[in-house]
Nanobody, 114 residues
């Protein structure tokens, strides 16, 4: 069983930045990691992912603004979010996958508002 704990969410003005962190209870070496988000009334969507080799994927709406990275030794992944806008308001969830296993964090709220 792996526990994921997200942090770093909060209230930020449009154009601002936040860095989300997700720390696992164990090693993430070899795990595929991802950030999802869910806005009110919408389905959960994949925002970014990073595989075990460090290759990243970003959904079109965040390309050029968000950067996902990982520190295996710390069991942590990050999501650097820049140039935030109101469409980025959502609960952000960390996801970890390894073979048949999938784990989710509890989520962290990101609110972009003036």
């Amino acid at each position: 069983q792996v526990q994921l704990v997200e942090s770093g969410g909060g209230l930020v003005q449009p154009g601002g930045s936040l860095r989300l962190s997700c720390t696992a209870s164990g090693t993430i070496f070899g795990w595929n990691m991802a950030w999802y988000r869910q806005a009110p009334g919408k389905q959960r969507e994949l925002v970014a992912s990073i595989n075990r080799r460090g290759s990243t994927y970003y959904t079109d709406s965040v390309k050029g603004r968000f950067t996902m990275s990982r520190e295996n030794a710390k069991g942590t992944v990050y999501l650097q979010m820049n140039s935030l806008n109101s469409d980025d308001t959502a609960v952000y969830y960390c996801n970890a996958r390894y073979e048949e296993e999938t784990y989710w964090g509890q989520g962290t709220q990101v609110t972009v508002s003036s």
